[in-house]
């Protein structure tokens, strides 16, 4: 099939500006909030259902994180990863940066300068989803992270329970996955029994978006088939799943779909339980439908991978974690009042001041932290070659 397999490679390069696509969605949708633009006719549902470049964040980690072990399922060879080694990684990942923006937020900005020693504790330990009332002001689109982090803790969990469908018995991995994500469409409703205190919102818990991480790890597995063999990349599945236009359909079909009430209100309106399960199932299927053609096809992609869109990526992470304080601090400093429109105003503010504070970030604290793991890392291996066998 022209143009569309599944190479076997660790970096896909058009993955990184889709980072930063999803990132600059979820800083527009809270601009839209906070300006008071979910108002607008059409656009203002269009605008506020960019929450889901969440889901597009979470089908990334899914089908990023969960690569060796479907490698695994494929490949006699290939083992998964070390755990305690993927853990430190994903600590120095998250949270050196993710606490100085906790730390700065809880201090300096005013809306959240008297936070209790509880909502302190909450945000610097990613737990504000389980403990009532605690999504400070300018921290409040971190529940997100916390249910991504909560999904970094089960993932090797999940990768070593499905451990023994290898080889010919792989081909039920991706079924499986389906059916768990499936069943979690239940989870508004389970948790309505659950005896939770008040405060407390469950549905943002993890179990209830696996199907938004879903996508990303059904891709992952058809990479690894389709890399061993198991799978051939003529089959209808690769097919469909490359094919541009058609997946460009899927997305702007169950986009439209999700921007109507079938899926809930946009905004912090609440949503009864089959609008939630339409969301996160409509979420789950446009982010699959986003990522397929990247990952499974062997173009350029020139927009994703260009220098700017590349260095957005890199810095997608200090957007995702800033955006919210720097908007908050937007009326004060510039006299403009929230919601009261000049969405475009704010929105360009907030991206001016947003980047600089994110390429920051990443050049002087999230890449010092990862080189520093690495050094470390090297320099054992390093000590373990030399030491003598015992």
């Not at 527009?28 to 006719?41: I, K, R």
């Not at 605008?47 to 006699?76: E, I, K, M, N, T």
């Not at 002087?364 to 066998?389: G, M, V």
Request: aromatic share 12%; charged share 15%.
């Amino acid at each position: 099939m022209t143009g569309a397999q599944a190479p076997a490679r660790r970096f896909y390069p058009q993955l990184e500006g889709m980072r930063a696509v999803a990132a600059l969605g979820v800083l527009t949708t809270h601009v839209a909030f906070q300006t008071a633009s979910l108002d607008w006719p059409v656009i203002g549902p269009l605008l506020g259902r960019l929450d889901l470049a969440v889901a597009l964040f979470f089908a990334l980690s899914g089908f990023l994180l969960w690569r060796p072990y479907a490698s695994a399922a494929h490949d006699a060879d290939a083992s998964p990863p070390d755990v305690t080694r993927y853990l430190k990684h994903r600590f120095v990942r998250i949270w050196p940066a993710y606490a100085v923006v906790v730390i700065v937020v809880l201090l300096l900005l005013p809306q959240a300068r008297d936070s209790s020693l509880t909502v302190w504790l909450a945000n610097l330990t990613l737990t504000q989803v389980f403990v009532p009332l605690t999504l400070a002001p300018g921290l409040t689109q971190m529940w997100s992270l916390s249910v991504e982090v909560a999904f970094y803790l089960l993932l090797p969990i999940a990768g070593y329970a499905i451990v023994a469908l290898r080889g010919r018995r792989a081909r039920y991995r991706v079924p499986l996955i389906l059916g768990i994500s499936a069943v979690s469409l239940t989870w508004a409703w389970a948790v309505n029994v659950l005896p939770l205190a008040d405060g407390v919102e469950g549905k943002n818990w993890v179990f209830g978006h696996l199907p938004w991480f879903a996508g990303g790890l059904v891709l992952a597995e058809i990479v690894a088939a389709v890399r061993t063999g198991a799978v051939s990349a003529d089959s209808r599945l690769i097919r469909w799943s490359s094919n541009r236009p058609a997946m460009l359909g899927i997305v702007v079909i169950a986009y439209c779909l999700a921007s109507t009430p079938l899926a809930g209100p946009v905004g912090l309106a609440p949503m009864n339980d089959p609008q939630y399960a339409a969301k996160m199932l409509l979420g789950g299927i446009a982010a699959y439908a986003v990522l397929a053609p990247l990952v499974l096809r062997d173009d350029r992609f020139r927009f994703l991978e260009s220098p700017v869109m590349a260095a957005l990526g890199r810095w997608s992470y200090g957007i995702f974690i800033w955006h919210v304080a720097v908007l908050t601090s937007m009326f004060g400093l510039f006299g403009i009042p929230a919601f009261a429109g000049r969405f475009v105003a704010i929105w360009l503010l907030t991206v001016v001041i947003t980047v600089p504070v994110s390429a920051a970030s990443y050049i002087f604290l999230e890449e010092p932290c990862r080189r520093a793991l690495s050094r470390r890392e090297k320099r054992r291996r390093a000590e373990a070659e030399l030491s003598p066998a015992e």
